[in-house]
């Protein structure tokens, strides 16, 4: 009798402890499961305040004023200084300049410092290559009283009326070509030869990005471009 109680017991228990064993591996399966969608839900979360914190890109804003200054070379900074204090533009002055000397025609315009006191220097010439020198004011636009040398030589005056009469585009229509395909401040134009001993305009364009000059030569009798450089210092 002993003998089968013994053995009957154990046969009853072991379902139970089975059953309570698979019923605690279940809890602990369906735990982790639960936990695991959560640290998922966690990571998703965190990964997209990650993402949403971190900009796309970082955009690149121009340089302050004092760095972009200190990159300026010393010709950059002398056209930063003077080409925004001329009110009057070329044009204007180079007809002030026309009209204080009776019966000329424009050679050359260049603006001119000092900073505190821009002008535009022009040098104008009658039909038979007499040259004299105006300076406008290139704020106001006022003519100065034209300065004429009494000692011009013969040769060159004869040159200058040649060139004069050869050159049937005019310094406008010169700088309007150039304009076209640069924008900026025309701070100088000049009647000039080419190689050939034709005729040509050099105009020169301030850009006030970077303040840089450039040259154009135009042929001075079909509006050519015979020549473009840009001066970077």
């Known amino acids: 009798m002993s003998t089968e109680q013994d053995t009957s017991v154990p046969a009853r228990r072991r379902p139970t402890s089975l059953r309570r064993i698979g019923l605690v591996c279940a809890v602990a399966a369906a735990g ?6 959560g640290n998922d839900n966690d990571g998703a979360e965190k990964g997209a305040a990650s993402d949403s914190a971190q900009p796309s890109s970082t955009p690149s804003g121009p340089a302050s004023p004092s760095a ?17 204090r001329a009110k009057v533009g070329y044009d204007k002055a180079m007809t002030a300049a026309v009209r204080a000397v009776s ?14 006191k821009p002008g535009w220097e022009a040098e104008v010439a009658t039909d038979d290559g007499t040259e004299s020198t105006v ?5 106001t636009g006022e003519a100065g009283r034209p300065r004429t040398e009494a000692d011009q030589d013969g040769d060159d005056k004869k040159e200058l009326a040649d ?14 070509t150039a304009t076209g395909r640069t924008k900026g401040t025309v701070t100088s134009v000049e009647l000039d030869d080419t190689d050939q001993g034709g005729p040509m305009w050099s105009v020169d364009i301030v850009t006030t990005n ?9 042929d001075a009798t079909d509006r050519k471009v015979l020549r473009r450089h840009t001066d970077r210092d």
Request: glycine letters at 6%.
């Open 210 to 218: 970077d303040w840089n000059k450039t040259t154009y030569d135009i």
């Open 68 to 84: 972009s200054a200190s990159r300026l070379t010393e010709d950059q900074a002398e056209r930063k200084a003077l080409a925004p």
């Open 103 to 116: 019966g000329s025609k424009p050679v050359s315009i260049e603006l001119k410092g000092p900073a505190g």
């Open 163 to 176: 060139r004069l009469a050869k050159a049937t585009v005019t310094p406008q229509q010169a700088a309007a």
């Open 32 to 37: 982790a499961l639960v936990m695991g969608c």
């Open 135 to 139: 300076r406008v004011d290139a704020v």
